[in-house]
């Protein structure tokens, strides 16, 4: 089982990359997040890789993060998520947004991708809410929502921006990238004031 790749970018399509490792070309399908973070043809690379085998292929898929191939692992055991749609959902999220929409049942997030619908959404955020954990808690090694910031003052800032109107999946996610950028020291108010100048951009 191949589970992380290190050469040189040899060509990329739209879903996908050859990587060069020894003279040897692997095809490794990933999702646009990763792939817009990969070098141009010719300079190194290193993909985590999740080695899918059937009966009749191989398949490789590549991550930038651990934590992307981790939800990708998650996603693919919900009923109705292959690997295209859980591509799809990750090049749609990134693996914090993704943990923030399930943590606030936020399904709508979800159906950016394509290949989601409400129905499927709904599924999803039932069955892998309790996988998305805040950062430093105990959990699958998943990059979670809270990278900073106190559970309590979050929830305090995100229920003053419901009450100001916003839907509580907008404002989760605008005050929890908030936290992770100002860390644990944010008060309330300085997660409400960044939150808004973030719902507002």
């Given at each position: 089982?191949?589970?992380?790749l ?17 003279g040897?070309g ?40 651990l ?14 998520v292959g ?14 947004r993704?943990?923030d ?12 991708a ?12 039932a ?30 800032a ?41 719902l507002?951009?």
């Amino acid at each position: 089982m191949i589970a992380r790749l290190t050469g040189r970018i040899d060509s990329a399509a739209e879903d996908s990359v050859v990587i060069d490792v020894a003279g040897v070309g692997y095809l490794v399908y990933c999702s646009a997040r990763t792939l817009g973070a990969l070098p141009p043809a010719g300079e190194a690379a290193s993909l985590h890789v999740e080695t899918h085998v059937r009966e009749d292929h191989i398949h490789l898929y590549g991550f930038e993060s651990l934590a992307e191939r981790d939800w990708f692992r998650l996603l693919t055991t919900v009923q109705g998520v292959g690997t295209r749609v859980a591509l799809a959902i990750l090049s749609a999220l990134s693996a914090d947004r993704l943990s923030d929409a399930l943590i606030a049942g936020d399904g709508d997030m979800l159906t950016q991708a394509p290949g989601v619908g409400p129905k499927l959404a709904g599924r999803i955020v039932a069955e892998l809410k309790d996988k998305a954990v805040p950062a430093g808690e105990a959990g699958p090694g998943l990059a979670g929502g809270l990278a900073g910031g106190q559970p309590d003052t979050v929830d305090d800032a995100v229920s003053a921006l419901v009450n100001l109107g916003y839907r509580r999946g907008d404002a989760f996610g605008a005050v929890t990238g908030a936290a992770r950028e100002l860390g644990s020291g944010a008060d309330v108010e300085t997660l409400i004031r960044a939150g808004l100048k973030e719902l507002s951009s």
